[in-house]
């Protein structure tokens, strides 16, 4: 699904309270504090993932979402 999210640029430009519509309150989480949402995916992908995968979104001055991505800790 967040590859799809990626890939279809769903988040772009959509407030906060959009993308909490859509993916859900994401729980607290002292990972990735530059970014304003952050939810965890699982464990990471491919031949010996050890990490996890997170889904980080940031939010500009207005609320809108300005950047996101899906980065492994």
């Not at 799809?4 to 909490?20: A, E, H, P, Q, W």
């Not at 995916?41 to 031949?47: I, P, Q």
């Amino acid at each position: 699904m967040a590859d799809d999210i990626l890939s279809r640029r769903m988040l772009s430009g959509k407030s906060r309270s959009d993308v909490v519509a859509m993916l859900g309150q994401p729980p607290r989480t002292g990972y990735f504090s530059d970014w304003n949402l952050v939810y965890w995916l699982g464990a990471e992908r491919g031949y010996m993932g050890i990490d996890s995968e997170w889904l980080v979104v940031r939010l500009d001055a207005s609320q809108r979402v300005s950047d996101y991505r899906i980065v492994p800790d």
